[in-house]
């Protein structure tokens, strides 16, 4: 399983970007796929995660009401909505999937439940 996360760059606070997740030789169907985020010396965080579809999103409260997750099934994509940016949201953002449906919060927010990630891609907002 490859991702490949892209998008990033460099972002005023206040400002959006839309990160988006690829995968290379297998369909994104048959998974839940997540965003995680990391700053060098720190483990990898929670941002967001997504089922089958939009009816079963999961946020982390730090980004709740400000990031959106969605997937295209057909283009095989996935996407991490950013708005209202902030300096702290500034970090390596991966994308990651797990074969496990409706985990519920609790399961998707532990890093370690998703089996396979993919090359980040680096946010940094700054004035």
């Known amino acids: 399983v490859q991702l490949q996360a892209y998008g990033g760059g460099l972002v005023q606070p206040g400002g959006s970007l839309r990160l988006s997740c690829t995968a290379s030789g297998f369909t994104l169907d048959p998974y839940a796929i997540g965003w995680l985020r990391q700053v060098p010396g720190k483990e990898r965080d929670f941002v967001a995660a997504?089922?089958?579809?939009?009816?079963?999103?999961y946020y982390a409260d730090s980004v709740k009401g400000r990031f959106t997750i969605s997937r295209d099934n057909v283009k095989n994509t996935l996407y991490l909505q950013m708005n209202s940016l902030k300096p702290e949201d500034t970090a390596v953002y991966f994308c990651?999937?797990?074969?496990?449906?409706?985990?519920?919060?609790?399961?998707?927010?532990?890093?370690?439940?998703?089996?396979?990630w993919g090359q980040g891609t680096q946010v940094t907002v700054s004035s």
């Open positions: 997504i089922g089958w579809s939009d009816d079963e999103q």
């Open positions: 990651a999937a797990t074969p496990v449906f409706n985990g519920g919060y609790n399961y998707y927010s532990v890093p370690s439940s998703f089996a396979s």
